[in-house]
């Protein structure tokens, strides 16, 4: 019996299962949680904290924390051309499925990768990773209608 998860295309821990799974070529049995439908609203998934919720901008301090978080990668990347070392790791595909939201949505977040020239080269590197659009791309696709949509509220 193949490992259930629970999951919103949109989020990038997902995507990172996802993506680490097939890699490793593990089968997983999907439940997509809607939340057109309100899925997320049930009592069950309202114990979890909401980020931003109302807010139309994204606080500076947490801008400010991204951008750290950037830096602290970039030095990962100053010795080899992978974050663990001269192979792709599960560290790549995990923090991949972040950054590339973080692109997605880079209209509304003052942050892109031209001063993180290695980052930017890394993710250039993961971005040819054969399943890796074929992962992601519905969940950015929904992301960044999620985004936008909040945004014009």
Known sequence: MAPVLYCVGLSPPVRAVLLTARALGIELE???INLENG???TPEYLKFPILFLGQKEIPKEKVD?????FAFLESFLEDSEWLAGD???????CNAA??????????RVPVTLDNFPRMQAWMNRVKEIPYFEEINKPGLQQLEMIVNKTMEQ
């Open 39 to 41: 899925d997320h609203l």
């Open 30 to 32: 999907k439940k997509e």
């Open 87 to 93: 192979d792709m790791t599960i560290a790549d595909l």
């Open 65 to 69: 924390n991204l951008l750290e978080g």
């Open 98 to 107: 972040s950054i590339v939201s973080v692109e997605v949505i880079a209209s």
